[in-house]
């Protein structure tokens, strides 16, 4: 029997929740496969967005005045 897929409940592209493969040290959300990041040598990630960068050097830069 061949079913109308209009109304079928079957549909040949399943929604699929991203992966999360690890967190922003900036600002602390998820990381999703295929975004894109910057790594740190001492294994830090953050969302290459110019607010994670500012939020990770606030949280981890010391305040000093020049």
């Known amino acids: 029997m061949i079913e109308n897929p209009i109304i079928s409940d079957w549909h040949p592209?399943?929604?699929q929740e991203p992966c999360v493969v690890g967190y922003c040290d900036g600002c602390g959300d998820k990381i999703y496969e295929g975004e894109e990041v910057i790594e740190f040598p001492?294994?830090?990630v953050i969302h290459r967005e110019q607010w994670c960068a500012y939020e990770y050097c606030c949280k981890y830069g010391a305040a000093q005045k020049a």
């Open 13 to 15: 592209i399943q929604r």
């Open 42 to 44: 001492d294994g830090l």
